[in-house]
């Protein structure tokens, strides 16, 4: 039952315009230890003054439906709303870098007409 939960939430959450620290989650579909079964999910939001703020807000909903996230890595996305433009950058210190195709490949299925772009310089 908690995997059919899990199908309600939404595998992308960011800003929807700006510069901010963004986290990559991933996320186990079933409370048995032996699945190996995951999902990804990418969070960013503005407000997240450290990488952990972003993850635990995210886990704390994941848990919620009886579910066990880890955060696979962070970084930073840059949001062009108006020139539908995504960069994808940089890693988070305490999580370490996120793999950003996986991340890049998970904001193209929400937002197919953007441009989006990866680096791993900056911080």
């Not at 939430?9 to 700006?18: F, H, K, M, R, S």
């Amino acid at each position: 039952m908690a995997s059919s939960d899990l199908a309600s939430v939404p595998p992308v959450e960011i800003d929807p315009n700006g510069r901010f620290k963004y986290v990559l989650a991933k996320v186990y579909t079933s409370p048995d230890a032996g699945d190996n079964e995951f999902k990804y999910f990418v969070r960013g939001f503005q407000w997240g003054a450290f990488h952990a703020d972003i993850f635990e807000k995210f886990e704390a909903q994941i848990a919620a439906l009886g579910l066990s996230a880890e955060c696979v890595g962070g970084g930073r996305i840059m949001h062009h709303a108006d020139a539908k433009k995504l960069e994808v950058f940089g890693y988070s210190q305490g999580y370490g870098r996120a793999d950003h195709s996986i991340t890049a490949g998970l904001l193209k299925d929400k937002y197919p007409d953007y441009e989006i772009t990866t680096s791993d310089e900056g911080y």
